[in-house]
């Protein structure tokens, strides 16, 4: 099979495509034919500073965790799936799993659910690593609920923009950090209450917002300076989630107002082999929200093939992507 394959990391994306075997699906497993993929912040940072992180894959390697496609065959044990089925998730990419940059890629089934019927099958590719987070991060760790005011940090990102429309489907007054008019009419669009952070502070948008008091939760899909941030931005008792913690930072705003912080590091899972239902049960509900017209994926115009992945890397890089970059992987 055609297979991409990062032979080594830095920023010079270097990709090459090779013919390698079309691998058999182990126990529990299912064999997948590839129709899609996308570019995530996380695949760029593998790509460009895999050395340094313990869950990169060893090289040269296959890259890509989000796939959709079409169950070729199934593994000793499978029971949720079946040859035909449209699947999408994120079963790999990293440290000794497989990713989706190819015409075939094994997964575990737990890591899968079946695709939305109403989307293109190519297209569902671009959800799952994303709305997952999301999901985990409202629901898993925020415990959201009706009523309740958010805060989402980077409301028109990828992992922001399903942010924002969860929040409002589970019935929350959402708000969104944005740094542009373009990314506030998305925001606006799915649901959610943009705020400039260019032209307010923090002190300014939560008088303005919540009267002083706080946002219920916030999410912080940023990292680094935006986390303090939200730790002024909760309300006393609140509750924190991000995505991005490594790094040091005051806890002071955290004791004293009796703040919990939580972390989402979606990949545990396919690291460690636990909780990997988790990730399948979630995909579930995110595909029937699809289904219901509830929940959609921004993707931006410009789509690539994924024999030109470099292209897409040095595309994000320079921050012309609005919503998620799509891969098409055409047999």
């Known amino acids: 099979m055609k297979a ?52 990169a894959p060893a090289l040269p390697a296959v890259p890509g965790m989000d796939v959709s496609g079409t169950v070729e065959a199934a593994g000793p044990g499978v029971t949720r799936f079946a040859a035909g089925d449209r699947v999408f998730g994120c079963p790999g990419g990293i ?23 109403c989307m293109d099958l190519t297209d569902a590719g671009a959800m799952p690593l994303v ?62 209450t943009p705020i400039d952070y260019t032209a307010a502070d923090v002190d ?42 490594r790094s040091t930072h005051d806890l002071g705003p955290l004791h004293a107002k009796g703040l919990s912080l939580h972390v989402v590091f979606m990949l545990l899972p396919l690291l460690t082999g636990k909780g990997r239902e988790r990730i399948g049960e979630i995909l579930e509900r995110v595909a029937g929200l699809v289904d219901a017209d509830e929940l959609a994926v921004l993707l931006d115009e410009r789509r690539f093939d994924f024999r030109d992945i470099a292209s897409a890397h040095r595309y994000w890089e320079a921050g012309k992507a609005l919503g998620k970059i799509g891969i098409s992987v055409a047999a």
Do not use: C
Request: negative net charge.
């Open 95 to 117: 440290k000794g799993l497989p990713g989706a940059l190819a015409e075939f890629t094994v997964a575990d089934e737990r890591l899968l659910a079946r695709a939305p019927e």
């Open 204 to 245: 300014e948008y939560v008088a303005e917002y919540t009267g002083g008091e706080g946002f219920d939760a916030v999410f912080d899909t940023v990292g680094g300076p935006v986390l303090d941030d939200s730790l002024r931005a909760v309300r006393t008792g609140g509750r924190v989630v991000s995505t991005n913690t």
């Open 4 to 55: 991409m394959l990062l032979e080594e990391y830095g920023g010079q994306y270097a990709f090459a495509e090779s013919d390698i075997p079309v691998p058999d699906p182990g126990p529990g497993q299912v064999l997948v034919r590839v129709a899609g993929s996308s570019l995530n912040p996380i695949d760029n940072k593998i790509a460009a500073l895999g050395q340094s992180l313990a869950f």
């Open 131 to 192: 709305a997952v987070t999301a999901w985990l991060a409202l629901f898993d760790r925020a415990g959201l609920k009706a009523g309740e005011r958010l805060l989402v940090q980077g409301g028109a990102g990828g992992v922001g923009h399903l942010a924002v429309q969860l929040g409002a489907h589970a019935g929350a007054e959402v708000f969104a950090t944005v740094s542009s008019p373009d990314k506030a009419a998305v925001v606006e669009a799915l649901g959610g």
